[in-house]
């Protein structure tokens, strides 16, 4: 079966800009999770959605959003993007939300010039 | 709030050595403790999961133990094998977590031929 799935893989964004990552999960997968990974500070938790709602968020500032359709595919938006915001974009789909190991995309790496 | 340590950044071992890699948290004891692999510039890979009333799982060559006395959880590789090395990242999950996993900084594994 398909895997999970990042678009895109390479992403170069100006400061103040905006951005936006899609993920597809694995077919039959309603959770699904977003990571932010860079060097100082890991994998840091953003939000996850399941069936369409929002169910759990992160601490990372208002600027960071998501959305989740009827077929599971799920977007992140990030607004007025900062130097900081460069990292890896990881997406996470499961079968259940908790319990299960998660299947996470190869990710987008995302850097702000 | 929950602080998570894998203690090793690095380790280097011998190919058909045993890999011991360390998981410590303090507060309170997950639901899930899971171990995921990640190879440079891709996403995490599932590889074990354990409960916290169990004591030890296994597959094939990897052995995962969690103490929730002593707050750990070690992660063992036997017979280990060059195409072993990567990044090991172990992560708690609790009751409800909604997609939140919370992620050690990981330790790179390094098995030299």
């Known amino acids: 079966k398909a895997g999970v799935t990042q678009t895109p893989r390479y992403l170069i964004k100006t400061r103040g800009q905006q951005v936006t990552l899609s993920c597809s999960p694995i077919s039959g997968h309603r959770s699904v999770s977003w990571y932010q990974q860079t060097p100082g500070q890991g994998l840091q938790f953003l939000f996850e959605y399941f069936s369409e709602t929002q169910r759990n968020k992160g601490n990372f500032p208002g600027r960071f959003s998501g959305r989740q359709f009827s077929n599971s595919r799920s977007e992140m938006n990030v607004s007025t993007l900062e130097l900081g915001d460069s990292a890896l974009y990881l997406c996470?789909?499961?079968?259940?939300?908790?319990?299960?190991?998660?299947?996470f995309g190869s990710g987008t790496r995302l850097t702000v010039v | 709030s929950q602080k998570i340590e894998q203690n090793s950044e690095a380790l280097n071992i011998q190919e058909g050595k045993t890999a011991t890699l360390t998981c410590n948290y303090t507060?309170?004891?997950?639901?899930?403790l899971q171990w995921y692999r990640q190879d440079p510039g891709r996403g995490p890979v599932f590889l074990l999961l354990?409960?916290?009333?169990?004591k030890e799982k296994r597959k094939e060559r990897l052995k995962v133990t969690f103490d929730t006395t002593l707050k750990q959880s070690l992660f063992h590789i036997t017979a280990s094998q060059p195409a072993d090395s990567a990044t090991y990242l172990c992560a708690l999950e609790y009751g409800g977590s909604q997609g939140n996993l919370i992620f050690g900084k990981g330790t790179k594994l390094s098995v030299k031929p």
């Open positions: 354990i409960r916290e009333n169990e």
């Open positions: 507060n309170y004891s997950p639901a899930y």
């Open positions: 996470a789909s499961s079968l259940t939300s908790s319990g299960g190991g998660y299947t």
